[in-house]
């Protein structure tokens, strides 16, 4: 069974590798991904503990969320501009 697993993820990472090499479109996709996912997960938690679990004050909250803001929006803005294309279109309705 763990040879199974083994091999599996060998092959996965293969493919995966081959087609960050080959296929321009996966890369862009990678690397936008790479860059906005850590944030969305950030943005989630914080909402989920300012929301759920800490029941903040809206000025708790605005802290939070303007701490979230100066953490990514440069690096993201520079992704989105990098990429360009549909990315700027995403990142202005996401807006």
Do not use: C
């Given at each position: 069974?763990?040879?199974?697993?083994?091999?599996v993820a060998v092959?996965?990472?293969?493919?995966?590798?081959?087609l960050?090499?080959?296929?321009?479109?996966?890369?862009?996709s990678m690397?936008?991904?790479?860059?906005?996912?850590?944030?969305?997960v950030h943005?989630?938690?914080?909402?989920r503990?300012?929301?759920?679990?800490?029941?903040?004050?809206?000025?708790?909250a605005?802290a939070?969320?303007?701490y979230l803001?100066d953490?990514?929006?440069t690096?993201l803005?520079?992704?989105?501009?990098?990429?360009?294309?549909?990315?700027?279109?995403?990142a202005?309705?996401a807006?």
């Amino acid at each position: 069974m763990t040879k199974a697993i083994g091999s599996v993820a060998v092959v996965g990472g293969a493919s995966f590798y081959y087609l960050l090499q080959t296929d321009p479109g996966f890369a862009r996709s990678m690397y936008f991904y790479v860059n906005a996912v850590p944030a969305y997960v950030h943005y989630r938690a914080v909402q989920r503990y300012v929301e759920d679990i800490g029941h903040l004050g809206p000025d708790e909250a605005d802290a939070w969320y303007n701490y979230l803001h100066d953490k990514y929006a440069t690096p993201l803005y520079g992704t989105v501009l990098t990429l360009r294309g549909f990315y700027i279109k995403l990142a202005q309705i996401a807006s």
